[in-house]
């Protein structure tokens, strides 16, 4: 029986001409984390992990973003994507928090809302 683990995240610090070498060393640290998870219990869910290539606004790996190099892991291929969402922020590939704050705002509008609505009732 195998149980999940959650929101675990792996780094790797490269400059865009040693892009495809980071993503060799990426697969093989996915395939070392993988098996470590597997001796304990552990499964890395292929299906779930995300991808994202990082850097300011004005670096060549942010304007990467979803067209990025691949990751191999497993019999999954692993796509680059433009965001993903960690512990509930959203990350853009330019580190910004524009999308994450604009996720607030509309859920907190939403709730202004509701409470406008059932405001005579309190």
């Known amino acids: 029986m ?7 995240e792996l780094y790797l610090h490269c400059c865009l001409d040693d892009a495809t070498a ?3 060393r990426l697969e093989i640290c996915l395939d070392d984390v993988s098996r470590w998870m ?3 219990c552990l499964k890395l869910n292929a299906e779930k992990t995300e991808l994202l290539w990082a850097g300011s606004r004005y670096s060549a790996e942010a304007q990467l ?14 796509s680059a994507s433009d965001q993903v969402h960690v ?9 910004f928090l ?3 704050v604009a996720n607030i705002c509309s859920s907190g509008f939403y ?11 309190l």
Do not use: P
């Not at 512990?87 to 580190?95: E, Q």
């Open 111 to 121: 709730w202004l809302c509701q409470l406008r609505r059932v405001r005579q009732s």
């Open 2 to 8: 195998y149980t999940y683990a959650d929101d675990t």
């Open 22 to 24: 980071a993503v060799t």
């Open 98 to 100: 524009d999308k994450h």
């Open 87 to 95: 512990l509930g922020v959203t990350i853009l590939s330019d580190l």
């Open 65 to 78: 973003g979803s067209s990025g190099l691949s990751v191999q892991f497993s019999t999954e291929v692993i």
């Open 38 to 40: 597997a001796a304990n």
